[in-house]
RNA sequence: GCCAGGGUAGCUCAGCGGUAGAGCAGGGGACUCAUAAGCCCUUGGUCGGGAGUUCAAUUCUCCCCCCUGGCACCA
């Protein structure tokens, strides 16, 4: 059953528009889906954009226009920062769509009428000015609620709730059942702590008094629905679900196709508990997923500023769309996807950012690619590659170096980048084209082929051949490994190699089965170099 | 307070029982095909602190300190 790989992110939120955060969580996602197409996998990438809510109806008024247009102009910010960041997604999720609309209420009618929704009274002391509903938390040192809060009221309002707490059993049973349900571990082991203290209902509705932005309840026109089973429906709703069935072997097959246990939904550590960890699980539960179908959540931390959480009320966000117009694209992915251990926090620099761009792409692989592609098209004649492994037999100290570039060696090198790919582990896997470049600049310099061309003789020509073969032929493999990360830039040594659709025979431009030593062939032209990667100078 | 994760060279991190490693940054050198890139050599650490187990601890155990996250609680 090679089904398709699913993967998702969480939907951003349209009150404002993106900073870096939003950027990494997609690029991220991008690059996990880019890896899976090149292991020939047919990916379903969806992402999107959470557009109902009470801080969008306050920001729209703020902003003095109606909901649908504030959230049309955030959401465009978004899809124009994916069009620009090379995120490529394969399906798009608009809450605000009539699609999800009709699976959202779809399932909470089924959910009512099973008598999993019911509605009940809440009092609480309220603030009128954040529209909300006070608890202990919000106390300040004194026990009293701060003055930010503005008038305090105390308040009784009916709202609908979903029977949350008796699913609780099932979902500790489903967490030790399987230990990589969440990604990293450690964070497992947080929300099976978080489940164990859970209680009480979880509460689903607003009435439109209070909040109108959303969707209606089909069972209560006085209310819309709250967050939870609007935004987190959306993982489905837009994969295919058909909300009238509630058995998950009788969807439909394209739905059943995307959707395993196999799907990866990539969120950041502040959305697991509770939302995905215990609402999303237990909602899927509810409506119908068996345990083997539950989807895997893969857990990312942020990106701090000097060592400080990054707010826009502390006035330090990184926008995103900056850093692209000043170093591109490729750069900003290849420094979020290099410069953070999966899962952990890292420290946003942009000083990192220009010492990685430098030292990685500008002096190693991006100059690698011009002294190679302008050694051949100085020392070899119309810039014909000539395939020939004679170097093995010589006795030249270069052979020895120039095993690492082997096809035995670059297996071994592409076996590590999948191991490391495969365990999400993006910015190790980053580090074997990488080495790969080393090893071709220590073959460079111990071969010298500007020496070798001075020289007259058969053997010194077949050596120089043989050494700008393999170099080249090294080249292309690093262009595949880094296509993942750097698209831009692969795609610019293919065109530089001349390497075409045709010599690969598959269907991509860019396959894990093409990174096999020895695939361009004897006689093949190459185009002549382009700077990759201008070094970025000063600051 | 409880549950986790972390504290190793200036920076980012690996190692996790046998007298400390990588990349980058810093210093020096030989070369020239190249984006003054690359290559070679090199400075630099009492592996957070203390105690214990062991022939031997960065690596295991215990205590403590600091950072990060989650949860809870008091005022």
Redesign the pocket.
């Known amino acids: 059953m090679p089904k398709t790989f699913f993967i998702t992110t969480a939907i951003d939120y349209t009150n404002s528009p993106p900073h870096i955060g939003h950027a990494y969580e997609k690029v991220l996602a991008d690059v996990i889906a880019r890896y899976h197409r090149l292991k020939g996998d047919k990916v379903f990438f969806l992402t999107g954009a959470d557009q109902h809510g009470q801080k969008v109806q306050q920001s729209a008024a703020k902003a003095g226009v109606p909901p649908n247009e504030f959230v049309k102009g955030i959401t465009q910010k978004f899809v124009d920062l994916w069009k620009q960041l090379d995120v490529k997604y394969d399906e798009w999720a608009e809450t605000t769509s009539e699609r999800h609309k009709k699976v959202v209420q779809g399932i909470l009618q089924r959910l009512f009428d099973a008598g999993q929704i019911y509605k009940d009274k809440q009092a609480g002391y309220y603030s009128v000015r954040q529209e909300q509903f006070l608890t ?2 919000e ?5 009293q609620f701060g003055p930010e809060w503005g008038e305090i009221e105390f308040r009784e309002e009916e709202n609908y709730y979903f029977r949350l707490s008796q699913y609780k059993d099932w979902l500790l049973a489903y967490l030790s059942k399987r230990a990589d349900a969440i990604i ?1 571990d ?2 497992q ?6 489940v164990d ?1 859970l209680s009480g209902d979880l509460c689903i509705s607003r009435p439109k008094s209070r909040l109108d932005w959303g969707i209606e309840l089909p069972f209560d026109k006085e209310f819309v629905t709250y967050v939870w089973f609007d935004a987190l429906t959306n993982y489905i709703s837009f994969a295919g679900y058909d909300p009238k069935i509630d058995n998950y072997e009788r969807q439909p097959q394209e739905f059943r196709d995307r959707w395993s246990k196999d799907t990866l939904q990539i969120i950041g ?2 959305i ?3 939302a995905h960890g215990i609402y999303w699980l237990i909602m899927l539960h509810a409506i119908g997923f068996p345990d083997a179908q539950m989807p895997q959540l893969l857990v990312h ?2 990106w ?1 500023l000097g ?1 400080a ?1 990054m707010s826009k009320s502390a006035g330090n966000i990184i926008d995103p769309f900056v850093l692209i117009e000043k170093y591109s694209a490729d750069a900003l992915r290849y420094y979020l996807m290099s ?3 999966t899962g ?4 946003f ?1 942009e000083e ?1 950012l220009i ?2 761009y ?15 592609l ?2 051949i098209g ?2 070899l004649p119309d810039r014909q590659l000539r395939r020939t492994e004679a170097l093995f037999e010589s006795q030249s100290p270069v052979a020895g170096l120039l095993h690492r570039l082997s096809q035995k060696e670059i297996a071994r090198s592409v076996s590590y980048f999948k191991r490391d790919m495969d365990g999400f582990d993006i ?2 896997a980053n580090g074997m084209p ?1 080495n790969l ?2 090893y071709c ?2 073959v ?3 071969a ?4 070798l ?1 001075k020289q007259s003789g058969t053997e010194s020509k077949t050596l120089l051949a043989s050494v700008l073969y393999h170099i080249a032929e090294t080249l292309r493999i690093i262009a595949i490994l880094i296509s993942p990360v750097l698209p831009k830039a692969a795609h610019g040594i293919f065109d530089q190699l001349n390497w075409k659709m045709e010599l690969s025979g598959g269907e991509q431009r860019f396959s894990l089965a093409d990174a096999e030593w020895g695939r361009l062939p004897d006689g093949h032209v190459v185009g002549k ?1 382009v ?5 970025i100078e000063g600051t």
């Open positions: 202990d938390k106390r300040g040192a004194d026990g990293p450690f964070r082991i947080e929300l099976r702590n978080a203290r550590k502040d697991l508990v509770p931390g942020w701090n060592g959480k410069d953070i251990v952990q926090d890292a420290d620099s990192r010492e990685r430098n030292s990685d792409l500008a002096n190693n692989i991006g100059n690698l690619a011009n002294r190679t302008n050694m100085r020392y910015s190790v990488i470049t080393l600049n220590g460079i310099e111990e010298a082929p500007w020496n061309s170099p700077p990759l990667f201008p070094r």
